[in-house]
């Protein structure tokens, strides 16, 4: 369906003007209640019609968590660009590949604009080189995907980084005590909820700015440590928690001065400042002079909220940037430059050029579209034909697995499986190359699993969390937080994962290889060539996605030679060539950024074929905390007050009041309640596809429909073909 711009436009000019004139949050939510004419006199209310009444948790929240309801955020907006995706791609994959493609170039124009003025990002650099020096911390924390973020950062980056330096015996000698012993401890990536946070959300945690202070003490985070808080939207409460916790530390002392405490400690967010100073905890971040903001505003995402998409892409390369610049500095006081060419820096690496680097990166997965396109494709059918996937990866295994657990909530899918299922649920697995449960957990973080220990957090949970739904959902959620979460996911290339969720026929194997891991295809005895042999003879499709510098030649000898390999089943096999220069990059930073933004739009992709994204809204989205259920009402009134706008719903059943914020909360409360009591329904059933079927269906039938009857058109028929059928 091409949703219509007229109304929801106006909804959304409306929101934005009150915004701009530093409207308060409830103020604005008043005005998206409000909206619309008046009733028409007889018309029924549509609570009435429904025979519902707005539950105490819909009451408290229209009420009470207007802090959370983010709808006036940019990040929160619709993309021009990609307006109408899923009518397009449904049509022609390419076409919705370069959209989505489309938007990552505000990233490249916010980076070019950054690499004119680099005066905080140099501060946070020359921070993190003097913090090592001097014996203190790096600390970065994030929550969901800035979370996973943060995990990237001390994972795929810091700690593979100076594995490699100490390999070079004759370089690590040379460094002497320059460095410390412990340089690769000397970074701890976090995020809310610690390590099990990594498989899924933990409902309660992202809106509690107490965890966000608790974790900073339980890692031993202390003052002179540089912290770096990294938010999508600008307002996460758990990351403002820890960073005005880290601001705390300091002002504890006699004689504090803003001025020192700002070169430490760090904010980096994706909103601008007039879109967030309403919300009292970001203006606090956002007004204080002891801590240095970075805002990488880029604009509305390609999905409309998904900020899994552009905002984490600009912040992972703007942070690695920041820390593969600060070890150049390091190393550079202490080794000549044929020493620093031994470990992978060519030269100097100047922040400006990194970030105008980007645009070479981009253009280098747009010129990869006609390779993605079949494999879209492929994907997409394997799980029409409810079959599955395994995805394998080394080097890019964070940035793989990211991908693969950020699906489930944005499209409500169900989460990654545990040990103990008895059968494949969830649409897709990680494997990596390792033995057992522990080698793959080591392989993922290159430490021991990290969890929470509950009795550090229940106390202050039990004693200091006010709110009832917060506090329960909280130590509910503590529960599986420990370190006893890591034992329930097995990503080994084992003997259990190959009995038990071993591949069959059409199913899909996708092995993602990041330069320098090209030779591994070559070897006959590697990982990644028993990954693709063992899916070639199961009668499973075969995917190799080589984001490599090699050139042409030897990227058709490697296909020719895994080809010649597959046992009469070459056609099985699908490679899609990424060619990215990672020259001055011993982090290996662009490889995996242009690895993020390819498995980004593929997975969006396929769920937009698959009709779990409407224009370019996420439907699907799982109402898992108080900001995603203010993100399903605002979807729900805007897409039903939409259709009720369009000339053929108002020719066909009269003009009527658009629903009010507070009533498509109550429907969606309603649809919540009705799904969890019936366990069977829950995992992969969308709460805002059944209420908008919902309250359309029976807007237009003049009855109330019961929530069976809306989730039987629900499965039926599909939001986005009923919504269609409605507006032809």
Excluded at 95 to 114: H, K, N, P, Q, T
Excluded at 189 to 194: F, H, K, L, S, W
Excluded at 580 to 593: C, H, S, T
Excluded at 627 to 638: C, D, M
């Amino acid at each position: 369906m091409n949703a219509g711009k007229s109304s929801f436009r106006v909804l959304l000019a409306a929101l934005l003007a009150l915004s701009l004139s530093g409207a308060s949050s409830r103020t604005a939510h008043l005005a998206v209640q409000n909206a619309g004419p008046r009733p028409k006199e007889g018309e029924v209310g549509l609570l009435k019609l429904l025979g519902l009444e707005a539950p105490p948790e819909s009451i408290d929240y229209v009420q009470n968590k207007t802090p959370f309801q983010l709808h006036t955020l940019l990040t929160e907006q619709r993309h021009p660009k990609t307006w109408n995706l899923s009518e397009r791609i449904a049509k022609d994959t390419a076409a919705g590949l370069r959209m989505l493609f489309s938007v990552d170039e505000d990233i490249a124009a916010r980076l070019d604009a950054l690499a004119s003025e680099t005066k905080e990002v140099e501060r946070a650099a020359g921070a993190v080189e003097e913090a090592i020096l001097s014996g203190n911390k790096i600390y970065i924390y994030g929550c969901g995907a800035t979370g996973r973020l943060a995990k990237q950062m001390e994972s795929s980056f810091w700690r593979p980084f100076w594995k490699k330096v100490k390999g070079q015996d004759k370089v690590w000698a040379k460094l002497g005590g320059a460095v410390p012993g412990d340089i690769e401890e000397r970074l701890i990536g976090e995020m809310t909820g610690a390590d099990r946070a990594l498989i899924s959300s933990l409902e309660g945690f992202e809106d509690l700015q107490l965890i966000g202070r608790l974790q900073l003490r339980d890692r031993g985070v202390r003052k002179g440590d540089v912290v770096i808080c990294v938010t999508e939207g600008g307002e996460t409460s758990s990351v403002i928690g820890t960073v005005m916790g880290a601001l705390d530390q300091w002002k504890a002392e006699p004689g504090y001065d803003p001025a020192v405490s700002r070169n430490n400690l760090y904010f980096i967010y994706n909103n601008p400042d007039d879109k967030l100073l309403p919300f009292l905890r970001s203006r606090t971040v956002i007004e204080e002079p002891g801590i240095t903001k970075i805002n990488l505003a880029t604009g509305p995402q390609s999905i409309t909220g998904s900020t899994r998409m552009q905002a984490t892409t600009i912040e992972t390369y703007v942070v690695g940037s920041i820390l593969q610049a600060a070890a150049r500095r390091i190393l550079g006081r202490s080794l000549s430059p044929k020493e620093m060419g031994r470990i992978g820096f060519e030269g100097e690496v100047r922040l400006d050029e990194s970030f105008r680097g980007f645009a070479r990166v981009l253009e280098s997965v747009k010129a990869a579209v006609p390779a993605i396109v079949p494999f879209t494709d492929i994907e997409t059918a394997v799980y029409r034909d409810r079959r599955f996937s395994t995805y394998f990866a080394g080097a890019g295994l964070i940035t793989v697995f990211i991908d693969s657990t950020e699906r489930s909530p944005t499209f409500r899918l169900f989460p990654l499986d545990t040990i103990k299922e008895p059968r494949r649920r969830c649409w897709i697995q990680v494997w990596t190359g390792a033995p057992t449960l522990d080698d793959a957990w080591n392989a993922f973080l290159l430490r021991p699993f990290r969890g929470l220990d509950p009795e550090l957090y229940r106390k202050p949970f039990e004693e200091e969390i006010e709110d009832p739904y917060l506090r329960t959902a909280a130590l509910e959620s503590l529960k599986r937080a420990g370190n006893d979460q890591a034992g329930l996911y097995d990503f080994s290339f084992s003997s259990f994962n190959l009995k038990n969720r071993g591949p069959g026929k059409g199913d899909l194997g996708v092995a993602v290889c990041l330069s320098p891991e090209e030779g591994e295809l070559e070897r006959g005895d590697s990982y990644f060539r028993r990954f693709i042999d063992l899916f070639a003879k199961s009668g499973a499709r075969v995917a190799l996605v080589l984001v490599t510098g090699l050139p042409d030649a030897d990227v058709a000898r490697i296909e020719k030679n895994l080809r010649g390999n597959m046992a009469g089943n070459a056609a099985a096999l699908h490679v899609v060539p990424v060619r990215v220069d990672a020259v001055n990059d011993p982090f290996g930073l662009k490889p995996q950024v242009a690895a993020k933004m390819l498995l980004n739009a593929h997975s969006t992709a396929i769920m937009a074929k698959l009709g779990k994204v409407i224009g370019n809204t996420m439907t699907n989205v799982s109402p898992s905390n108080l900001k995603l259920i203010g993100r399903a009402t605002f979807l729900i009134q805007s897409h039903v007050n939409d259709t009720m706008s369009r000339p053929q719903w108002v020719r066909t059943l009269g003009r009527r009041k658009p629903i009010s914020y507070g009533e498509a909360n109550a429907v969606l409360f309603d649809s919540i309640a009705y799904l969890k009591a019936r366990r069977e329904m829950a995992g992969q059933t969308a709460e805002v596809g059944l209420s908008i079927i919902r309250i359309l269906e029976s807007l237009k039938q003049k009855r109330g429909l019961t929530s069976d009857e809306a989730l039987e058109i629900l499965q039926k028929t599909g939001l986005s073909a009923y919504l269609s059928a409605l507006t032809k």
